[in-house]
Each structure stands twice: as C-alpha cells, then as structure tokens.
C-alpha cells in the first residue's frame, strides 16, 4: 500500500522544468491568481554603463558558475553592491528540489533554480527563507531551439516556490544573459488581490536597473529580517508578502 501511495503522490507531482500551460493555467485558478502582462518596465538609462552580453562556451551545468560571476559583475556597474552588510550571489543549480513545497489539494510541487541574491553572510542551507532575486538561465542554444518565452511556464513556479518559502518579495529573472529579450515576474496587488505581474521584451540594461530598485525598494540586506507584526509604515512589498503568506502559504506544506 505505501508503494502505491508513494507511486501515486510522484505522479501528483508539479515539476517545474516540465510544468505545462494547461497544468499551470489549473494551478493559478486553484491559487485564484492571475498574470498581468505590462510592457517593460521605465527605466532611466546611464548611456554610460551597459550590460556586456555572456558568452556561453559550455553547456548550462558546467558554464553556470562562470555565469553566474559575470553577472555580478554587471550588476555592481548598475549599482548593486555585494559584500558584507548587503547581498551575495548563491549557485544553487545543483539543488534541484531546493524550492520544492507540497499543497494538500494540487498534490507536490518540485524543483529549484540556478542562483538566488540574498543576504550576506546566511548558509546555503537557508538562503531561500531570504531570497530576493532568483535567476533561471538558458543558453543561447537552448532559447535558439526553443524561444525564451516557452520557459515561460517554468519561471511562474519558480516565482510561487520562491516567494513560498522566503519572507522577502522575490523577483523571478528568466534569461540566456546574452540577448535582450528577459523575462521578469514579479507579485503584485491588483485590486486587493494578489496577482503575478510579468514583464516581456525586458533588456539586459533594463533587466539590471530593475533588479537594482527591487533590491533597493523591496528587500533588505539584513540576514535576520522577518516580516513585522503590523501594517503601519510597512512598504508595498512587504504588505504584499503579508497577503500571500495569509492567504497562499497558510495552506501549504514544505516538503
């Protein structure tokens, strides 16, 4: 009996590399969320500064970490600081079930992504209870076969599970890093409900200014945050974190 009930809560399972339209289109009217699709985001440009596009030399496994350097050092260009008292860059490709959560009713949810900004300074073991920012890369490669916005799917989960399980509003960055066709996912309130906000077409400038002002305006680089107690003087983010966690992860089970 535990084989086949084993059997059957895997066959339940939500992958998010393998979560189709119809399966996700099921999951966010179970949730009761929509998506919201803005044009991107205004960003006040410095023509001085520009994000230099990467090189994938390798496949996705074995180029991340080197990816992943480059991005960062990108970002300190567009005003991103790394280091004590501020943020720092977690590899957590190999994790794959790092974001994994179970939900009573859809069944388990499974999967990770490959670097999430946190605070500095907080194990590996404990970066998704902080995450600010999770990038899921593709190759050049991978989006020349497939278009980037057929990952789309696998980025909405990504933003679920992240902002699952951390107590900072995570924004989700879908992109091969080397064209300026990013993806970016974002909570919002529409409405007084919560909603997925999604921007497309989103340039690497673009992309690196708003991961900037996210940082800025809606985390903190402290490893002991906590969402406070009452809603007085709390930013827009952190009001927003409150909903979701009273209404979505109130039902919900980490696995």
Sequence with gaps: MKEHADEEKESNTIAFSTVSKNTIRSYLAFIK????????PNAVENNDVSFEPFQWLDTEEKDTPRA?????QELKKFGVIF?????????VHKYDTLLSFEDEKSGSVSGGTDLLIAPYGI????????????????TNVAVDQ????????EAVMELIATNYHSDQMTLVVLTDLCTNNCILLTLTMESDKLAILKYSDVTLNQ????????LQQNCFPIRTYSLPDGNEGLRESEIIM???????VSDMTTS
């Design 33 to 40: 969320m929509a998506i919201l699709v803005e044009d991107p």
């Design 68 to 72: 992943i350097s480059h991005l960062e």
């Design 83 to 91: 280091g004590r008292n501020n943020y720092k860059m977690f590899d």
């Design 123 to 138: 194990a590996i073991e404990s970066v998704r209870k902080l995450s600010c920012v999770a990038f899921e890369f593709k």
């Design 146 to 153: 497939k278009e980037l916005e057929s990952f789309y799917y």
């Design 207 to 214: 992309m690196a200014i708003f991961v900037h002002s996210h």
């Design 242 to 248: 409150k909903a979701w966690k009273k209404e979505r």
